[in-house]
């Protein structure tokens, strides 16, 4: 099992910025790949970015793409979502999860049934 406990979330203006955190425990944390998937209300949980096992390839969701970066640091067993220029649509729960798959291209990363593993998902509220 891996536990995932998200931090960072908050009630923030628009245009600012926010780094959410995701800490692991249970596992290797450098055996997962890990991504960063986002819920609005009503909506479907949508892939935001993912991350490689080392942290060599990235893959972002075109609607972030310019404002979001992630990054990992396996010594901390620890991946973050650095949110630049937030907008109000940036809106959701945002919940980390972690992924055993040798994942190779970005359909694999992006998709929701790879990750086995998920967090109880932090609030980000971007008011205009």
């Known amino acids: 099992q891996v536990q995932l406990v998200e931090s ?4 923030v203006q628009a245009g ?3 780094r959410l955190g ?4 249970g596992r290797t944390f450098s055996n997962y790949a890990m991504g960063w998937f986002r819920q609005a209300p009503g909506k479907e949980r949508e ?7 080392s942290g060599g390839s990235i893959y972002q969701s075109d ?4 404002r979001f970066t992630i990054s990992r640091n ?18 959701a729960v945002y ?26 998902g932090t609030q980000v509220t971007v008011s205009s």
Not at 47 to 53: C, E, G, L, T
Not at 97 to 114: H, I, L, M, T
């Open 16 to 18: 600012v910025s926010l």
């Open 63 to 66: 609607s972030v793409k310019d």
């Open 74 to 91: 396996n010594a901390r067993n620890t991946v973050y979502l650095q949110m630049n220029s937030l907008k109000p649509e940036d809106t």
């Open 22 to 25: 995701c800490t692991a425990s």
């Open 8 to 11: 960072g979330g908050g009630l």
């Open 47 to 53: 892939f935001v970015a993912a991350i490689a096992r």
């Open 95 to 120: 919940f980390c999860a972690a992924s055993p798959v040798n994942c190779v291209g970005q359909e694999c990363y992006v998709a929701r049934s790879q990750y086995h593993y998920w967090g109880q």
